[in-house]
């Protein structure tokens, strides 16, 4: 179960993370990432629990202390929690490989005229 | 003895010597020895009880010095102390490191706990003394919170994976943060 309140910071950091806001740096954990703010940090994770054998995403929020004062994970049978924070992990995912700018930045090049694709160097730069 | 009361005791001695002086050259007949020393007398203890006053107020200060001594003392031990403690802090991050390498998780995660005390150890040092970036501070524990619910999660088989160069990435700055709080308190007198 996720709280009304956790729900809203969800919604509005989903907001934030699409308009390239929101400055997400991978975390320690699986497929985890963090957002440090002033007043505390968030973390959202996705992973195969094999032990049973379900998905789950979660979402962790630590105050300035260092304690974590919430602990959400959600199994995908839990669709709309689970599609929630799954939404979420998908726009921080996004947000931090540059996913977009990168595919559209390719389709620009490829769209130049004239040659495309630089040469690689070569490690070899001895004239013998 | 203080000034004052040196500078009391002359006075005595001067005053005693003038108005002895003065009795034996100036007495008429109706004078006695007796009643100038009946007199002498009564000067001489209010003297004696300026002196004391005097004896007493010095006692209380050098009563003060050595209480303020025994307390920069009783803060040298602990500085010295904190300097010891914060000092394992690089060589428990090390350890952990290791411990990641080798994927020996539990004791990597018994290796994170210790650092969290230091770090905690450090925020109550510097609560009193104010000596380091909140901020920068305040990173560090949360990493180190992060990292340890993380390597908990693997232990009991929640997860499978974890981001170990991240871990150790955040162990080598904490480690940087420590040995930095700690030659800020051994070279100022914190």
Do not use: C
């Not at chain 2, 050595?66 to 090390?94: H, M, N, R, W, Y």
């Amino acid at each position: 179960m996720i709280s009304e309140s956790i729900k809203t910071l969800i919604r509005k950091l989903i907001v934030k993370t699409n308009s390239k806001q929101a400055n997400w740096k991978p975390s320690s954990g699986e497929n985890s990432y963090q957002l440090r703010l002033t007043s505390g940090t968030i973390t959202v994770d996705a992973w195969f629990d094999q032990s049973e054998d379900t998905e789950y995403m979660g979402v962790s929020i630590y105050n300035n202390s260092g304690d974590r004062i919430e602990n959400i994970y959600i199994p995908k049978m839990d669709e709309e929690n689970y599609e929630l924070l799954m939404e979420l992990h998908n726009a921080v995912n996004e947000s931090y490989f540059r996913t977009d700018e990168t595919i559209k930045g390719l389709l620009d090049e490829i769209d130049n005229n004239g040659d495309i694709g630089h040469e690689i160097a070569s490690d070899d730069d001895l004239p013998f | 003895m203080s000034k004052e009361q040196k500078l009391l005791v002359i006075t005595f001695i001067v005053l005693s010597a003038v108005s002895s002086v003065i009795f034996f050259f100036a007495k008429s007949d109706s004078d006695s020895s007796l009643s100038f020393i009946s007199v002498w007398g009564s000067f001489a203890s209010l003297f004696a009880f300026v002196f004391l006053y005097l004896q007493l107020k010095s006692q209380q200060a050098l009563t003060r010095e050595i209480d303020q001594k025994i307390i920069d003392t009783k803060k040298l031990l602990v500085k010295l102390f904190s300097i010891a403690d914060i000092s394992k802090g690089p060589k428990i991050a090390e350890q952990a490191q290791t411990f990641l390498r080798v994927k020996k998780y539990e004791s990597a995660l018994l290796r994170l706990k210790d650092l969290k005390e230091i770090l905690i150890y450090i925020k109550h040092y510097n609560d009193k003394e104010s000596v380091l970036d909140e901020s920068v501070y305040s990173d560090h524990i949360t990493n180190v919170t992060i990292d340890l619910s993380n390597i908990n999660d693997i232990i009991i088989g929640k997860k499978n994976k974890i981001n170990a160069s991240k871990i150790n990435g955040n162990l080598e700055e904490v480690s940087t943060f420590i040995s930095d709080f700690e030659l800020k308190i051994k070279d100022h007198d914190f």
